[in-house]
T-cell receptor, first 115, second 115 residues
Framework: KAGVTQTPRYLIKTRGQQVTLSCSPISGHRSVSWYQQTPGQGLQFLFEYFSETQRNKGNFPGRFSGRQFSNSRSEMNVSTLELGDSALYLC??????????????FGPGTRLTVL | AQTVTQSQPEMSVQEAETVTLSCTYDTSESDYYLFWYKQPPSRQMILVIRQEAYKQQNATENRFSVNFQKAAKSFSLKISDSQLGDAAMYFCAYRTPAYNNDMRFGAGTRLTVKP
């Protein structure tokens, strides 16, 4: 089975712009979670989508949003970019039926740099 | 607050030796899971091992084992017969239904393996 894929792998944007990141889960997985990783704040949970619905949300401003399509692919959008949004954005997929016990499989991440 | 603490920012081990990475967590919940993830230089997070809180027996996966001390809220990872490929960042993580099953990560421990 193919693993979790994320596109693009690297992205450079300027302040005020918006960006969309994509995540394709492992075939058969219905849950996609997004995380932000920075040197200062570490790994932080952004949100989780399951069957096209947001099931869980972390403590991030409304500039961060996401969606999930019927094929379980997910996109994450950040509007009005700030310098502090520079980070590695990781997505993880899981089967989704048992959120506590399901193993999450991570993608390679998208490195976003905001200038 | 549900927090995960890794008190060792960096650790070093000689190849073929054994190393233990520490993790403590703070929770008042009884139902939760604990995880150790490895993030090599490629940045892709890989699940190393996981432990259910209700299980007293420590989890093991080949050369990796945990020492789960529930009363002390401690969850350390022991790597036996260390290999060069074990060099990575190691993250301890926690998950509970009481907080919507979102994954809470520690700050990480960078493990160096010396040949």
């Amino acid at each position: 089975k193919a693993g979790v894929t994320q596109t693009p792998r690297y992205l450079i944007k300027t302040r005020g712009q918006q960006v969309t990141l994509s995540c394709s889960p492992i075939s058969g997985h219905r849950s996609v979670s997004w995380y932000q990783q920075t040197p200062g704040q570490g790994l932080q949970f952004l949100f989780e989508y399951f069957s096209e619905t947001q099931r869980n949300k972390g403590n991030f401003p409304g500039r961060f949003s996401g969606r999930q399509f019927s094929n379980s692919r997910s996109e994450m959008n950040v509007s009005t970019l700030e310098l502090g949004d520079s980070a590695l954005y990781l997505c993880a997929s899981s089967l989704g039926g048992r959120p506590l016990t399901d193993t999450q499989y991570f993608g390679p991440g998208t490195r976003l740099t905001v200038l | 607050a549900q927090t995960v603490t890794q008190s060792q920012p960096e650790m070093s081990v000689q190849e073929a030796e054994t190393v233990t990475l520490s993790c403590t967590y703070d929770t008042s919940e009884s139902d939760y899971y604990l995880f150790w993830y490895k993030q090599p230089p490629s940045r892709q997070m890989i699940l190393v091992i996981r432990q259910e809180a209700y299980k007293q027996q420590n989890a093991t996966e080949n050369r990796f084992s945990v020492n789960f001390q529930k009363a002390a809220k401690s969850f350390s990872l022991k790597i036996s017969d260390s290999q060069l490929g074990d060099a990575a960042m190691y993250f301890c993580a926690y998950r509970t239904p009481a907080y919507n099953n979102d994954m809470r990560f520690g700050a990480g421990t960078r493990l160096t393996v010396k040949p």
